[in-house]
């Protein structure tokens, strides 16, 4: 593995080699180090091939010479995997999970898997360089010979002695007394993607962990992954098809860069039922794909798929493929896809569970804007459902602001207004949540609450009367520059349209109709300290509830007047709530004059509506 790369850049030729392979067999150990114990390289110009080949830098022997390690993390590593992996720690980043060695060319396939063995790490950099190099490092700083670069010449060469294993060598040496080794044949005819494929599982741990993981989004994350496997394999296309209907391809051919690359369904499916993978030489002659019209159409000869599979599930296919030559994967090559698919597969998974613990932590915060903790729990369960396009429903509406603000505010520092303003609003949330109300939205000084949204509940109307009179009580307790604040609060039961409104990038689920419309024209009629509520919304409320009538009005945008009622007070009920309705006029509706409560209907402690008390008209 020494010898091709280094005659295919050109550094070498076979007459250079045959002298290397001579001097090996004379004085053993490595051909690299015989080459550069004759100076037929240089130790800067060795490296570089071998840094491009792996993807990485290269350190020289001198650099080694005056580096300082961490005494903790080289013993964490041990002596003993560092010498057999030809490597030693020089840098570890805790915070970010970063790893950092120097190792020796060529590189163990296993070095990224054996050292996240015992060190946490997220990712592994590797820096080459020479063998000899590496191993006065490790005699430096685990066996504390200050002087173990004394026998590395200046081209970065070791003594002979020191010579270690290299199974990767290209000629066998002649066994002498001084050899330690033995060393392995290799083809001359081993080519550099050859050697590629054999360091494959070094080198796609280390792609994509330098470079897929940096990912953040699943579209850019697929993207990078089909790039690297073209660094990787003799493809021409690309793509990745997941069972979530997700469907991304990348190709090299020619009028094909940005078009959408059609991938054989029969591929896929032959793909689904397998246990490993899909290897194909030529998909046109292969019986397994003889009835597929899209494999004749798309003329595929060459074809290699397989499963991507994480925490016992098929996620989907990862595809390659030539059409320009058949036989153009090999059986090494299927290994190296499974190997690509495998480590895929978990970033995909993980990559979708983070897009969905964000869509669900988008949706809670969505949802808990305009639903109480309870509901928002409830709809993301699945046990009740939010329609956001709309739906018909009743619902109870409270509108309260506060009196005089406008001229309270103009007299006070910006902060002062803001701080009141929170104030007023916490306990108005308060009240509306251990009624079992939800807080709609927040508009200057004035808060909408419903209840029956989204679900109704018998005694919604009779809950927000008691949330209403629990926040007129805590104004009053609330003093501002020696006076009480005060508020006022309407109250209204009908039949509304919930659903989520505005536009694309923002929209609230909100009630709107003409009960919405008449409980806030309630609460502008409202006098300080009042709640003012419909007949709509007491008879629904039950037995205690207290309310003096007033003189009908004419409400802005209400067609037909309309009589409020003063509540008074929501005695704690002693038994089930009396849900009463007047059938003769529609809950909600405001269109029949009759507005106020029927003989026979419970109101207060009478019988009938007590005598309407006269009541300055309002517009």
Same mark, same amino acid.
Request: charged share 25%; glycine share 6%; proline share 5%.
């Given at each position: 593995?020494?010898?091709?790369?280094?005659?295919?850049?050109?550094?070498?030729?076979?007459?250079?080699?045959?002298?290397?392979?001579?001097?090996?067999?004379?004085?053993?150990?490595?051909?690299?180090?015989?080459?550069?114990?004759?100076?037929?390289?240089?130790?800067?110009?060795?490296?570089?091939?071998?840094?491009?080949?792996?993807?990485?830098?290269?350190?020289?022997?001198?650099?080694?010479?005056?580096?300082?390690?961490?005494?903790?993390?080289?013993?964490?590593?041990?002596?003993?995997?560092?010498?057999?992996?030809?490597?030693?720690?020089?840098?570890?980043?805790?915070?970010?999970?970063?790893?950092?060695?120097?190792?020796?060319?060529?590189?163990?396939?296993?070095?990224?898997?054996?050292?996240?063995?015992?060190?946490?790490?997220?990712?592994?950099?590797?820096?080459?360089?020479?063998?000899?190099?590496?191993?006065?490092?490790?005699?430096?700083?685990?066996?504390?010979?200050?002087?173990?670069?004394?026998?590395?010449?200046?081209?970065?060469?070791?003594?002979?002695?020191?010579?270690?294993?290299?199974?990767?060598?290209?000629?066998?040496?002649?066994?002498?007394?001084?050899?330690?080794?033995?060393?392995?044949?290799?083809?001359?005819?081993?080519?550099?993607?050859?050697?590629?494929?054999?360091?494959?599982?070094?080198?796609?741990?280390?792609?994509?962990?330098?470079?897929?993981?940096?990912?953040?989004?699943?579209?850019?994350?697929?993207?990078?992954?089909?790039?690297?496997?073209?660094?990787?394999?003799?493809?021409?296309?690309?793509?990745?098809?997941?069972?979530?209907?997700?469907?991304?391809?990348?190709?090299?051919?020619?009028?094909?860069?940005?078009?959408?690359?059609?991938?054989?369904?029969?591929?896929?499916?032959?793909?689904?039922?397998?246990?490993?993978?899909?290897?194909?030489?030529?998909?046109?002659?292969?019986?397994?794909?003889?009835?597929?019209?899209?494999?004749?159409?798309?003329?595929?000869?060459?074809?290699?798929?397989?499963?991507?599979?994480?925490?016992?599930?098929?996620?989907?296919?990862?595809?390659?493929?030539?059409?320009?030559?058949?036989?153009?994967?090999?059986?090494?090559?299927?290994?190296?896809?499974?190997?690509? =698919? *495998?480590?895929? @597969?978990?970033?995909? &998974?993980?990559?979708?569970?983070? !897009?969905?613990?964000? $869509?669900? #932590? /988008?949706?809670?915060?969505?949802?808990?804007?305009?639903?109480?903790?309870?509901?928002?729990?409830?709809?993301?369960?699945?046990?009740?459902?939010?329609?956001?396009?709309?739906?018909?429903?009743?619902?109870?509406?409270?509108?309260?602001?506060?009196?005089?603000?406008?001229?309270?505010?103009?007299?006070?520092?910006?902060?002062?207004?803001?701080?009141?303003?929170?104030?007023?609003?916490?306990?108005?949330?308060?009240?509306?949540?251990?009624?079992?109300?939800?807080?709609?939205?927040?508009?200057?000084?004035?808060?909408?609450?419903?209840? =029956? *949204?989204?679900? @109704?509940?018998?005694? &919604?109307?009779?809950?927000?009367? !008691?949330?209403?009179? $629990?926040? #007129? /009580?805590?104004?009053?307790?609330?003093?501002?520059?020696?006076?009480?604040?005060?508020?006022?609060?309407?109250?209204?039961?009908?039949?509304?349209?919930?659903?989520?409104?505005?536009?694309?990038?923002?929209?609230?689920?909100?009630?709107?109709?003409?009960?919405?419309?008449?409980?806030?024209?309630?609460?502008?009629?409202?006098?300080?300290?009042?709640?003012?509520?419909?007949?709509?919304?007491?008879?629904?409320?039950?037995?205690?509830?207290?309310?003096?009538?007033?003189?009908?009005?004419?409400?802005?945008?209400?067609?037909?007047?309309?009589?409020?009622?003063?509540?008074?007070?929501?005695?704690?009920?002693?038994?089930?709530?009396?849900?009463?309705?007047? #059938?003769?006029?529609?809950?909600?509706?405001?269109?029949?004059?009759?507005?106020?409560?029927?003989?026979?209907?419970?109101?207060?402690?009478?019988?009938?509506?007590?005598?309407?008390?006269?009541?300055?008209?309002?517009?």
């Amino acid at each position: 593995m020494i010898a091709n790369p280094l005659r295919a850049s050109g550094l070498v030729d076979s007459a250079t080699l045959d002298v290397g392979r001579t001097y090996q067999r004379t004085n053993g150990g490595l051909l690299s180090n015989a080459l550069l114990h004759l100076n037929s390289v240089k130790e800067g110009d060795f490296l570089r091939i071998f840094a491009e080949l792996y993807s990485t830098r290269f350190v020289k022997s001198d650099k080694l010479k005056t580096l300082k390690l961490d005494l903790a993390l080289v013993e964490k590593v041990g002596v003993r995997l560092a010498e057999r992996l030809r490597m030693c720690p020089i840098r570890w980043d805790e915070a970010r999970g970063d790893l950092h060695v120097v190792a020796a060319v060529p590189l163990a396939t296993n070095l990224d898997t054996e050292l996240k063995k015992v060190i946490p790490a997220r990712s592994v950099s590797v820096y080459v360089a020479t063998a000899a190099s590496v191993h006065a490092l490790i005699r430096r700083w685990h066996y504390r010979e200050n002087d173990a670069f004394d026998v590395v010449s200046v081209n970065g060469a070791g003594p002979h002695e020191t010579a270690k294993i290299e199974p990767d060598s290209s000629e066998p040496s002649e066994p002498t007394q001084s050899a330690k080794t033995v060393m392995v044949k290799v083809d001359d005819t081993l080519t550099i993607a050859t050697l590629r494929r054999e360091n494959a599982r070094y080198r796609v741990a280390q792609e994509f962990h330098r470079r897929v993981t940096l990912e953040r989004s699943l579209e850019s994350m697929i993207d990078r992954i089909l790039s690297v496997i073209f660094e990787l394999l003799p493809a021409e296309g690309a793509a990745i098809w997941l069972n979530s209907g997700k469907f991304a391809t990348k190709s090299i051919r020619a009028g094909e860069e940005d078009a959408a690359m059609e991938i054989p369904r029969a591929v896929i499916d032959q793909t689904l039922i397998s246990k490993g993978g899909v290897l194909v030489n030529n998909a046109l002659i292969d019986e397994r794909f003889d009835r597929s019209e899209s494999v004749m159409i798309r003329g595929v000869q060459s074809v290699m798929a397989v499963p991507l599979r994480a925490r016992n599930q098929t996620l989907g296919v990862l595809y390659v493929d030539s059409i320009s030559q058949s036989a153009a994967f090999s059986e090494d090559d299927l290994p190296l896809l499974e190997s690509i =698919g *495998a480590q895929a @597969a978990i970033l995909l &998974d993980n990559a979708e569970l983070l !897009a969905k613990v964000k $869509q669900e #932590v /988008e949706n809670r915060s969505n949802l808990s804007r305009f639903l109480s903790p309870a509901a928002v729990e409830e709809v993301l369960s699945g046990r009740m459902a939010l329609k956001l396009d709309g739906q018909a429903a009743v619902v109870t509406a409270l509108f309260a602001d506060i009196r005089g603000f406008t001229t309270m505010s103009s007299q006070m520092p910006p902060d002062e207004v803001v701080r009141i303003l929170n104030r007023f609003f916490e306990d108005c949330v308060d009240a509306v949540e251990q009624n079992h109300g939800t807080v709609d939205k927040f508009m200057g000084d004035c808060v909408m609450a419903l209840w =029956g *949204a989204p679900v @109704a509940k018998p005694d &919604d109307a009779r809950n927000a009367m !008691a949330a209403a009179l $629990q926040m #007129v /009580e805590r104004a009053r307790r609330t003093i501002i520059n020696g006076v009480p604040l005060e508020m006022g609060v309407g109250i209204n039961t009908g039949e509304v349209v919930l659903g989520a409104v505005g536009s694309r990038k923002r929209s609230d689920y909100t009630a709107i109709g003409s009960a919405v419309n008449l409980a806030a024209r309630l609460c502008g009629i409202a006098r300080a300290g009042e709640v003012l509520v419909t007949s709509d919304t007491l008879m629904v409320g039950g037995e205690g509830v207290s309310a003096d009538s007033g003189e009908p009005v004419i409400l802005k945008g209400i067609d037909v007047p309309i009589t409020p009622y003063s509540l008074q007070k929501v005695e704690t009920p002693q038994a089930e709530p009396i849900r009463l309705y007047n #059938v003769a006029t529609p809950l909600g509706t405001g269109k029949h004059p009759k507005t106020q409560p029927q003989p026979g209907i419970r109101v207060g402690d009478d019988t009938l509506p007590p005598t309407p008390s006269p009541r300055k008209r309002r517009k």
